[in-house]
């Protein structure tokens, strides 16, 4: 296993800061293509708003193997591609069988889960929200409130990050604004 020294970083509760982080991933709308059920809508708020920042995640860079404990904040901010909330992009693990943790910070969400045999559920975050995924579940999550929306997230070194499987599919159901509240229903270009 790579040797790393001990050290500590420090997290904003009040705004998912993560510093220091080597790593600041930032996914505007135009890194979304097709992971928004409406896709139209999508290509037609870039139009209209511009690339807008959906969501940043602060990384600590450690190596990615077997023992070591990855770990990042995720800030989502507020906002809907056509009845769809602003949600990160969703994966699976490479490896199935490796867990993750969240713990909400600020703003209100929902971390949305789907097993391989297409079952979805979604879970409600919020501060103080410690959120379990299992092995064998991919999981994003959607900002459902009017401001951002943070979260923290420790999972295994070796796990991985498999966006293909969702990109070619989607999740089997989406996370929409209906009546002003959040709503799992099917996704429509399921195929
Ligand atoms: C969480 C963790 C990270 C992930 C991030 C953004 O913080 O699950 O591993 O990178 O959310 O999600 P995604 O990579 O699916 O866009
Ligand atoms: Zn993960």
């Not at 404990?69 to 591609?81: E, N, S």
């Not at 990160?88 to 993750?100: N, P, Q």
């Not at 295994?156 to 509240?181: M, N, Q, S, W």
Request: charge should be negative.
């Amino acid at each position: 296993m790579t040797a790393v020294e001990p050290f500590a970083s420090r997290l904003d509760f009040g705004t998912g800061i993560l510093r220091p982080s080597s790593l600041v991933l930032r996914r505007n709308l135009s890194d979304m293509a097709n992971v928004y059920a409406e896709e139209v809508a999508r290509r037609k708020l870039i139009e209209e708003t511009g690339d807008t920042l959906v969501y940043q995640v602060y990384v600590v860079e450690l190596p990615e193997t077997e023992g070591h404990l990855l770990h990042c904040a995720t800030v989502i901010h507020p906002g809907r591609v056509g009845h769809e909330y602003f949600m990160t992009k969703g994966h699976f693990h490479v490896k199935r069988d490796r867990a993750e943790v969240y713990l909400g910070l600020v703003g209100e969400g929902h971390l949305i889960l789907q097993r391989d045999d297409g079952t979805v559920i979604s879970l409600p975050m919020g501060p103080g929200t410690v959120a379990y995924v299992p092995p064998y579940w991919a999981h994003r999550t959607a900002n459902t409130g009017a401001g951002p929306f943070a979260f923290f997230a420790a999972w295994p070194g070796d796990a991985g990050h498999d966006y293909e499987t969702i990109e070619e599919k989607g999740f089997a159901k989406i996370l929409v604004c209906r009546d002003g509240r959040p709503a799992l229903v099917e996704n429509p270009n399921i195929r």
